[in-house]
């Protein structure tokens, strides 16, 4: 019986520890890929080649792309974003919040109105809606009274693009806003 056991006992042994020390030598220059699939480092490595601040490219903005309605407080700004990465994305959700770039007063909460997709390097337009609050109200109406224009920017800017979350710490212009 003893014998039967040690018998059974280096098969098992030999079962899980040889296609593992098998994979260990088909990897040995390469033991992480191993582990992580050869197209995420492809991609690893092209995310870390991009500068994710060049997803935003406010100086293609022109004014005729920002809309507001001052009954309803409604918001809307259409600008241009680049897709950086080596791979094709689709901008799920942006959220953030628009200031007034004068006296940095938050003017209202502003959102991506649909999911943007996009080819590797390619700009697309995409479009971001806000309501104004009550106290943005009262402050264009004060602080800006006859004023035909208000510079505004997004600030604190999530883009989520399936499980990639990029937090934007820089102000995002979108431009002149007109009041009238």
């Not at 039967?4 to 042994?13: D, F, H, K, P, S």
């Not at 999911?115 to 700009?123: A, F, K, L, R």
Request: charged share 15%; hydrophobic share 40%.
């Amino acid at each position: 019986m003893d014998k039967i056991r040690v018998a059974l006992v280096l098969i098992t042994v030999a079962i899980t520890i040889g296609p593992v020390l098998g994979m260990v030598l088909v990897y040995r220059n390469n033991l992480l890929g191993l582990v992580i699939p050869s197209g995420i480092d492809a991609i690893m490595n092209g995310m870390q080649n991009s500068n994710p601040s060049n997803i935003v490219q406010p100086d293609q903005m022109s004014p005729s792309d920002v809309q507001y309605d001052m009954s309803s407080r409604m918001f809307t700004a259409n600008f241009p974003m680049k897709n950086p990465f080596p791979f094709d994305a689709t901008i799920d959700s942006m959220t953030g919040n628009i200031t007034c770039d004068e006296h940095h007063f938050a003017l209202g909460p502003a959102a991506l109105k649909n999911p943007v997709s996009m080819s590797v390097g390619e700009t697309v337009v995409v479009t971001v809606q806000g309501t104004w609050t009550e106290d943005a109200g009262n402050h264009l109406k004060s602080a800006h009274q006859g004023e035909k224009n208000v510079s505004a920017s997004l600030v604190g800017a999530v883009i989520k693009a399936g499980s990639l979350t990029i937090k934007y710490s820089e102000r995002i212009s979108v431009g002149e806003i007109p009041l009238t």
